[in-house]
């Protein structure tokens, strides 16, 4: 399987995201969804957060936290 943040989401309905998100843990809202991509025991967290516009896919942000620091990659 490909690396999820290889993969252009760009464009997709909320349907086919989840389709592919389906073994993470997501968090939904009206306008975005996020997807807890990996965790370790000593605090890093990397996370995927997906934008909608008119339910496809606007923006990508993949953000990595290290305890209370975070990293934003675009």
Do not use: Q
Request: proline share 1%; aromatic share 12%; hydrophobic share 30%.
């Amino acid at each position: 399987m490909e690396c999820i943040e290889k993969i252009s989401f760009y464009g997709k309905t909320r349907s086919e995201v989840l389709k592919v998100l389906d073994h993470y843990t997501i968090e939904e809202e009206n306008d975005f969804l996020s997807a807890v991509l990996s965790e370790t025991w000593y605090g890093k967290r990397k996370t995927i957060r997906l934008i909608f516009k008119e339910n496809k896919v606007e923006e990508k942000y993949i953000k990595t936290e290290y305890g209370k620091l975070p990293i934003t990659k675009l």
